[in-house]
């Protein structure tokens, strides 16, 4: 099992659609969870960085941690052509001072 | 804006040759770097640990005379791939850890394509 279960998708959504990704995870001392956002050929781009259970917002886009489910999500509001692009979570025991594990990434199109 | 760089974003070499990356953190000090490694739909692999002032290092199966890592400064470190081979070809990215938070930036990546 890995330490860390993303579907790669591809997901296709509608343009204004609300977009739910999400990931699980096996390894209890994880405590920092991360969602990147990497564009083709491009490397990874910070969205969202928290390190507590409950969610947090910002503008569009919304990270959920349950932490006794093993369990995050990145919600994406009104969803957009230009948010197309592959979402990788991301958590670590202790920020990114220490080894980070990926998921292997959401592939997901935006269609206009 | 980026808040890590890497150089060049894309090269191309000819088999046995050594080519070397950039990593730089703009406007924080970094004393801890990561060398990743992604192969097409895959995700992305730590290869090593830069450490400032001290040797990398390397994850399990990343050959350390090969990839050879040099953190020279507080914002700099450098992979160079040495004798470099078709099968080396691939996208390398580097990441640093920012501030008492943790969060981790990447830079743009490095396409590397060994002929």
């Known amino acids: 099992q890995k330490e860390v279960e993303q579907d790669p998708g591809p997901l296709s959504v509608p343009e204004g659609a609300i977009v739910s990704l999400n990931c699980t995870y096996s390894?209890?001392?994880?405590?920092?969870f991360m969602w990147y956002r990497q564009y083709s050929r491009k490397g990874p781009e910070l969205l969202m960085y928290?390190?507590?259970?409950g969610n947090k917002e910002d503008g569009r886009f919304t990270a959920q941690v349950d932490k006794s489910s093993k369990y995050i999500s990145l919600f994406i509001r009104d969803s957009q052509p230009s948010d197309s692009a592959t979402y990788l979570c991301?958590?670590?025991?202790?920020?990114?001072?220490?080894?980070?594990?990926f998921g292997i990434g959401t592939k997901l199109q935006v269609i206009p | 804006g980026a808040v890590v760089s890497q150089h060049p974003s894309w090269v191309i070499c000819k088999s046995g040759t050594s080519v070397k990356i950039e990593c730089r953190s703009l406007?924080?000090?970094?004393?801890?770097m990561f060398w990743y490694r992604q192969f097409p739909k895959q995700s992305l692999m730590l290869m090593a640990t830069?450490?400032?002032?001290?040797?990398?290092?390397?994850e399990q199966g990343v050959e350390k005379d090969k990839f050879l890592i040099n953190h020279a400064s507080l914002t700099l470190s450098t992979l160079t791939v040495t004798s470099a081979h078709p099968e080396d070809s691939s996208f390398y990215i580097c990441?640093?850890?920012?501030?008492?938070?943790?969060?981790?930036?990447f830079g743009e990546g490095s396409r590397l394509t060994v002929l």
């Open positions: 990441s640093a850890p920012r501030g008492d938070t943790g969060e981790l930036f």
């Open positions: 390894n209890s001392a994880f405590q920092y």
């Open positions: 928290t390190y507590s259970s």
């Open positions: 991301a958590m670590s025991p202790s920020g990114g001072y220490q080894k980070v594990t």
């Open positions: 406007d924080f000090q970094a004393t801890t």
């Open positions: 830069s450490n400032e002032g001290s040797k990398a290092t390397y």
